[in-house]
C-alpha cells in the first residue's frame, strides 16, 4: 500500500519569503499523480498543483512550484514572496494512475501547518 | 468556492440519533466522495460512488450509511455514532473516477460533534 510522509508538523515563514514543505512517499507503482491541497482556516480544502509522475518537468502555478525527484520519492513544495494568505494546513496527496475498474483513492499526508509571520 | 457545497456546517449529535449529511457539487462530475479528517490523523476514505454506484467502501462501520442518488447529490446517513466518530467529514467530487484528467474538489465540510 501506498503512504505518503511529510516530516514537518508545523512551518513558519516570513512574509514575503519562501518556505519549502517536505513530501516523502512510498510506492512500488512506476505512473501516478501527486498533489498538494490546501486547508485555510475555513476547512475548505483547495488544489494547489499537481504532478504527473510521467512527466519531468516540475509543476508551477504561480507562486507555487514543485521540486518532483521520482528516484527518490520526494516531492516538495515551495512557496515564494509568501503571502498572508498562505497560512494553512499543507496536504501532500498520492494517487495511482487511473484504472478502468475499481476503486481510485488519494492517500494523504499527515499535514503541515504553515504560519506566516507578518 | 469550489462548486461543492455541504450541509450543515456544523452538527451536533447524541449517540442515540439519526441525521443526514448532504452534499451536492454543481460542476457535473460523475465521481463523489467522502472522507473523514480527525484530529492529528490523515484524511481517511470511507465511500466512493462513481456513476451513482458505489464502488469504495473502506471498511466503515454500518452506522455510516451512504446513498448517492443520483451524480450531483450524496449523502451520508448516520445512525447510533460513537464519540470517537466526531470528526470533520469532507466531501469531494471529481470528473469521472478512473479519468487522466480526475481531480478531487473538496466541500467545505461537516464538523460534527457525537456526545
Known amino acids: 500500500a501506498q503512504t505518503v510522509t511529510q516530516s514537518q508538523p508545523e512551518m513558519s515563514v516570513q512574509e514575503a519569503e519562501t518556505v519549502t514543505l517536505s513530501c516523502t512517499y512510498d510506492?512500488?507503482?512506476?505512473?501516478?499523480?501527486l498533489f498538494w491541497y490546501k486547508q485555510p482556516p475555513s476547512r475548505q480544502m483547495i488544489l494547489v498543483i499537481r504532478?504527473?509522475?510521467?512527466?519531468?518537468q516540475n509543476a508551477t502555478e504561480n507562486r507555487f512550484s514543485v521540486n518532483f525527484q521520482k528516484a527518490a520519492k520526494s516531492f516538495s513544495l515551495k512557496i515564494s514572496d509568501s503571502q498572508l494568505g498562505d497560512a494553512a494546513m499543507y496536504f501532500c496527496a498520492y494517487r495511482s494512475q487511473p484504472i478502468i475498474q475499481g476503486a481510485q483513492k488519494l492517500v494523504f499526508g499527515q499535514g503541515t501547518r504553515l504560519t506566516i509571520n507578518p | 468556492e469550489t462548486g461543492v457545497t455541504q450541509t450543515p456546517r456544523h452538527l451536533v449529535m447524541g449517540m442515540t440519533n439519526k441525521k443526514s449529511l448532504k452534499c451536492e457539487q454543481h460542476l457535473g462530475h460523475n465521481a463523489m466522495y467522502w472522507y473523514k479528517q480527525s484530529a492529528k490523523k490523515p484524511l481517511e476514505l470511507m465511500f466512493v460512488y462513481n456513476f451513482k454506484e458505489q464502488t469504495e467502501n473502506n471498511s466503515v462501520p454500518s452506522r455510516f450509511s451512504p446513498e448517492c442518488p443520483n451524480s450531483s447529490h450524496l449523502f451520508l446517513h448516520l445512525h447510533t455514532l460513537q464519540p470517537e466518530d466526531s470528526a470533520l467529514y469532507l466531501c469531494a467530487s471529481s470528473p469521472q473516477q478512473g479519468s487522466l484528467e480526475e481531480t478531487q474538489y473538496f466541500g467545505p465540510g461537516t464538523r460534527l460533534l457525537v456526545l
Open positions: 510506492t512500488s507503482e512506476s505512473d501516478y499523480y
Open positions: 504532478q504527473e509522475a510521467y512527466k519531468q
